[in-house]
């Protein structure tokens, strides 16, 4: 069975300090893994795939198979990056692309 | 740009009444999405739709069916709604060939 693990439901940074939220994965075959960001009053969008390794908003993530990891890290944390992050995990040989969400963790910005 | 768009942002009902969820996509896309969003649970997906009149459960059906009679629309239904299923629901579609599934703003469901 996949899974998704975010170990911090609530992350608490200053403006400018770095910023990693973690995400570690269990899947037996070859994962796409996503991360998703929910700003508030704002729908669910998609920030980022691995499979792109394209940097958005500062954010990247880079996947580690060795560690079955995909944690989102960004240099110089923003106020506006206050938001809450789901990473995700799909099939890559899959036909119904059913994506399976961590928990979520909660990132705040102070100033 | 893909707009999702769900029949209504905040619903009260009551324990008992049967529910619809109305959800509908502009893009033509193939696959659909039901989750529901609860605080420190994340998202869970409680149906999803690859075709019209073509349904799967996801990890939560109990309480819940849906409906696809039209591609661009996919229905989730509370056939009797219980105090445990009031939750944010979100709704999601997917289609050509990336993964991006594109979310809609969610209804925000009280069962009293």
């Known amino acids: 069975a996949q899974r998704v693990t975010q170990p911090e439901k609530l992350l608490s940074v200053f403006k400018g300090a770095p910023v990693e939220l973690k995400c570690n994965y269990s899947?037996?075959?070859?994962?796409?893994l996503f991360w998703y960001v929910q700003y508030s009053r704002q729908r669910l969008q998609l920030l980022l795939r691995h499979i792109s390794r394209e940097s958005i908003k500062g954010f990247t993530a880079d996947l580690n198979k060795g560690e079955t990891s995909f944690h989102l890290k960004k240099p110089f944390a923003q106020e506006e990056d206050s938001a809450m992050y789901y990473c995700?995990?799909?099939?890559?040989?899959?036909?119904?692309?059913?994506?399976?969400f961590g928990k979520g963790t909660l990132l705040t910005v102070n100033p | 740009d893909v707009k999702v768009t769900q029949s209504s942002r905040y619903l009260v009902k009551r324990t008992g009444e049967k529910v619809f969820l109305e959800c509908v996509q502009d893009?033509?896309?193939?696959?659909m999405f039901w989750y529901r969003q609860d605080p420190g649970l994340g998202l869970r997906l409680i149906y999803f739709?690859?075709?019209?009149?073509?349904?799967e459960k996801g990890d939560i059906p109990e309480g819940y069916s849906v409906s696809r009679e039209k591609k661009e629309r996919f229905s989730l239904i509370l056939e009797s709604a219980s105090t445990n299923q009031t939750s944010m629901y979100l709704c999601?579609?997917?289609?050509?060939?990336?993964?991006?599934?594109?979310f809609g703003p969610g209804t925000r469901l009280t069962v009293t």
């Open positions: 739709s690859y075709d019209v009149k073509m349904k």
């Open positions: 893009m033509d896309h193939e696959n």
């Open positions: 899947y037996s075959g070859s994962p796409e």
């Open positions: 995700a995990l799909t099939n890559s040989g899959g036909s119904n692309y059913k994506l399976t």
């Open positions: 999601a579609s997917r289609g050509g060939m990336g993964y991006e599934q594109y």
